[in-house]
């Protein structure tokens, strides 16, 4: 996994490399895993033993890099990375999925009963 980021001035590399790391995990539980179960109003999967989320067994290895910027109305220089470094990966695993399928996928999270399903097999 390769993960890029226009933070302007990197103040704290150390900082700034674990949140996209935090970020590229994040966005792979909603695409893959993350799944609030409902019936009749009461949430059903409320622990953390039927709630699945990414383990660190699961994540890629995973590459960062940070484009040479300058924000002149940020303190420093910088910008902030907080959620934009989770907002691409749930739809660049979504669009990875539909290429490799040929079917669009329009929900998450992606599992293999919704893929067996959209390919006629289930």
Do not use: W
């Not at 622990?47 to 890099?65: C, K």
């Not at 290429?99 to 599992?111: M, N, S």
């Amino acid at each position: 996994m390769v993960a890029g980021a226009d933070v302007g001035t990197v103040v704290n590399p150390k900082d700034c490399i674990a949140q996209m790391y935090g970020g590229f995990c994040f966005g792979c539980g909603m695409a893959l895993l993350e799944n609030v179960q409902y019936h009749r109003g009461r949430i059903l999967n409320a622990n953390l033993m039927d709630y699945l989320l990414v383990r660190s067994e699961d994540v890629p290895p995973i590459e960062v890099f940070f484009a040479n910027t300058y924000e002149p109305r940020g303190p420093y220089g910088l910008k902030g990375i907080g959620e934009s470094s989770a907002n691409p990966v749930a739809s660049a695993i979504a669009n990875a999925v539909s290429r490799a399928i040929g079917k669009r996928i329009k929900e998450l999270p992606i599992t293999p009963e919704k893929i067996l399903r959209l390919l006629g097999k289930l």
